[in-house]
């Protein structure tokens, strides 16, 4: 048989097993192609395929990237190369891939739905957003597509928006566990515990894992059946013993319950599997276990936030009746009669505070810790700057010092215990004659204490104390109820405070 021809009769068996899924004989057989022609690039390109199939990603990322310095015009392989190159976790080359096969495609529905998935890990979230509708614009029943839209939707905290995407991923592809994950992720982030955990038990008839089981938690949690939690993230931990979020998780419910033997194992097996060393420093702390930290983990206090976006204001104020910057616009109405030339809301979240603050200040800067927070707080289009930071972070990288007539932190420092580092470095930013308006919530004593709700608590005269050796005058103090809990007001004071 004529080489040309015996080469064309391999390239074609090969490709007809690959299709069949019997991948050893269409490997096999693109090698003894490639021992015909060592660059062509089918076979090259293909057995890079199966490669990352057998779970060898960077075997594949070596063949397809052979077989693209023989052909480097295939939009396909350059996609191929990103999804191998996203499988080693090297998400801006997979990113670069993506958008080389678009620029030879742009009609590519896998490569848009792919580059979604490498933008979402770059945390570039509205930029991962556009890649799904550019892959639904030219595929309209494109499930995997919805699917990844609705997960992405939950990262921005639009949870409604996300529990219809997923509803339509649903719809083409029926008891799809990612889907169902998604719906189940977005109907918890709006208290609708039952549904979410209905979601949840028909991803787990189709596949049994300990991250459907963790969610399942989270929500049987938040709705108070603590015992059916628990039980679901026993049930995390007997599929993957080393799964160190449902075993932290695990501990929160054991608090929860009262269990604090229990929980404070709990949190040391989290801890020997790798949880967060500050998170559960921070839980064992509120406990009695430990040294009092200085403030909670940024990751917590991050990660708690983001959760709520979504429902954060409703949930504040309908569920908790938050009255705190009702509070804080009625004391600085009281004193702060001119406007000021900036102004900065600190912990701004989705900028409750903003509209009282915005006609106090010509330029409104709101900072916060969660993003997800900041994508809402940009809707109100009150704000002229907004900033994703810690708070210290923030104050000490701003090269304008004493730039502020007035900064505002309404509930803020339920997440500081030691306040004295924050309060100097605000009187550094402010102006003279500065007005610094913030709440705490109170605590017995002298000191400041961490309450089972994992939030700090402040006695008045140590607040009084670190205002007056940060060199503040007191303008007015008050108490007053910021919210509630468990139906229990919550009892806080307000200060007004001014730089001299």
Known sequence: MPQQVQFQALLQQALQAHQQGRLDTAADLYRQVLALQPRQFDALHLLGVIARQRGDARQAVDLIRD????????????????????????????????????????????????????????????????????????????????????????????????????????????????????????????????PAVAAYDRALARAKRADLWCARGAALKKSGA???????????????????????????????????????????????????????????????????????????????????????????????????????KDLLDRHVSTPVDAALDLGCGTGLCAPCLKPLARHLTGVDLSQRMLYKASELQLYDALACADIGDFLRGDKQSARYGLVLAADVFVYFGDLAPAFALIKEALQPGGWFAFSVETADGDGYAILPSNRYAHAPAYVERVAAAAGFGIVETSTAALRQEHGQDVPGRLFLLRKP
């Open 67 to 194: 077989a693209l310095g023989v052909d480097p015009a295939q939009a396909r392989a350059h996609a191929n190369l990103g999804a191998a190159l996203q499988d080693l976790g090297e998400t801006q080359a997979a990113l670069d891939s993506y958008d080389a096969a678009l620029r030879l495609d742009p009609r590519y529905p896998l490569a848009w739905n792919n580059r979604g998935n490498a933008l979402r890990r770059l945390k570039r979230l509205p930029d991962a957003l556009d890649s799904y509708e550019h892959a639904l614009g030219l595929r309209h029943d494109y499930p995997e597509a919805w699917c990844h839209r609705a997960i992405v939707l939950n990262d921005l905290g639009r949870h409604q928006d996300a529990v219809d995407s997923a509803e339509r991923a649903l719809r083409l592809r029926r008891d799809d566990p990612e889907a169902l994950l998604a719906l189940g992720n977005a109907l918890q982030a709006l208290d609708r515990f039952t």
């Open 226 to 328: 603590f015992e059916q939690a628990l039980d679901s993230y026993e049930r995390a931990l007997a599929l993957q013993p080393d799964y160190a979020l449902a075993q932290h998780y695990r501990a929160n419910v054991l608090r929860a319950l009262g269990r604090n033997e229990d929980a404070i194992a709990a949190y040391r097996a989290a801890l020997t599997l790798g949880a967060d060393a500050s998170e559960i420093g921070f839980a064992l702390a509120a406990l009695g276990e430990g040294e009092l930290p200085a403030a909670a983990p940024q990751d917590y206090i991050k990660g708690l936030f983001d959760q709520y976006a979504g429902h954060f204001d409703r949930h504040l104020v309908e569920v908790l009746g938050y009255r705190t910057p009702a509070l804080l």
